[in-house]
């Protein structure tokens, strides 16, 4: 899910937030509905946080880590199969769209192949023979429920209507997704938040998610006077998945805040210490972290509370708005 598939997004934040403040209003809606999470790669807070929202909403839920319990699948079509790959996505993925009424999934980009991860080829594939509604539990190209998280996060501490937000790219050991800066620009600018973008030369984003971002080289300048800052790794996306070598000193500490005395800090976790992001501001009180991960709660329950509404509607029930 993207931005193009929320009307609008102010009112989907809305209602994340009445839920918040009311979480009994939603109690129940989900009452006779089965959700089953399907995750490739793994998780602590996607995987917590959605199956909490879900029981809140009165869902039945169910948890597949099919990485380690589930037969190695195979995705190509036609594929003589009489190697490592038991189970074909045809058959896994009918047989999950048979048990279950919505189906959350995680699927990482595998950073090999720029267009199957751009067009979204597993994710499409589980979508095709489920032939159920999917929930992004974060994809190839997006992690919605975090970037509406983020959002939620933003409107609880913005002392602004409109923040000057600023994404920098931090080291990292790996190469990592351009998932989450993907979502997190595109949320944040159809929110008419001022976006300001910055990272080493060669490691621009997708423009097709960044237009309408400031973007620079110049930390420092990114930095100055931000209220909020999001800090991320990313790969490059020429040569396609390779990790950025160098870029250490991008490191975040509270030295480079100097010029940013009111900023808030935030990543959406897990976040590797003194790599990403420095001791000294994960540890105070500048940082949003564990409020962004609570915030996971209610971005999921306002995102399946509209899934909910809309299979009552196809069965052509009414449900309290
Ligand atoms: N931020 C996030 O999605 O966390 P997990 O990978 O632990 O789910």
Redesign the pocket.
């Known amino acids: 899910m993207g931005t193009a598939d929320v009307s609008d997004v102010q009112q989907l934040l809305d209602e994340a937030l009445n839920l918040k403040a009311d979480p009994q209003s939603a109690a129940d809606i989900g009452a006779g509905l089965k959700l089953g999470l399907v995750f490739l790669?793994?998780?602590?807070?996607?995987?917590?946080?959605t199956e909490m929202a879900a029981k809140n909403l009165g869902m039945d839920v169910q948890v597949l880590n099919m990485s380690s319990d589930a037969w190695a699948m195979e995705f190509e079509e036609g594929a003589i199969m009489n190697a490592d790959k038991a189970e074909h996505i045809k058959e896994a993925a009918g047989v999950i769209g048979r048990y279950f009424d919505i189906i959350g999934l995680?699927s990482f980009p595998g950073l090999k192949d720029r267009d199957a991860d751009d067009e979204e080829r597993i994710f499409k594939a589980f979508e095709k023979y489920t032939a159920k509604p999917m929930l992004s539990?974060?994809s190839a190209t997006r992690?919605p429920?975090?970037s509406l998280a983020d959002l939620i996060t933003i409107a609880e501490h913005s002392k602004k209507k409109r923040p000057k937000i600023a994404l920098t790219w931090a080291p990292h050991v790996k190469a990592l997704p351009q998932a989450?800066p993907h979502s997190f620009a595109e949320w944040m600018l159809a929110a008419c938040h001022e976006l300001h973008i910055v990272h080493p030369p060669g490691l621009e984003l997708d423009p097709s998610f960044t237009d309408g971002a400031i973007i620079t080289h110049n930390q420092e300048e990114a930095l100055e006077d931000a209220d909020f800052i999001y800090v991320k790794n990313w790969s490059m996306r020429e040569p396609y998945g390779k990790a950025y070598e160098g870029g250490a000193d991008w490191l975040l500490t509270e030295d480079k805040l100097k010029q940013a005395p009111e900023a808030k800090i935030m990543h959406?976790?897990?976040v590797r210490r003194n790599v990403e992001l420095s001791d000294e501001l994960l540890d105070s009180p500048r940082s949003l972290v564990l409020d962004?991960?609570e915030n996971?709660l209610w971005s999921a329950t306002a995102v399946l509370r509209r899934m909910i509404i809309e299979l009552h509607e196809k069965q052509g029930r009414t449900v309290g708005a």
Do not use: G, W, Y
């Not at 790669?41 to 946080?49: D, F, I, M, V």
């Open positions: 790669n793994p998780s602590l807070r996607t995987r917590l946080s995680r539990l974060e992690h429920l975090q989450v959406c976790l897990p962004q991960a996971r």
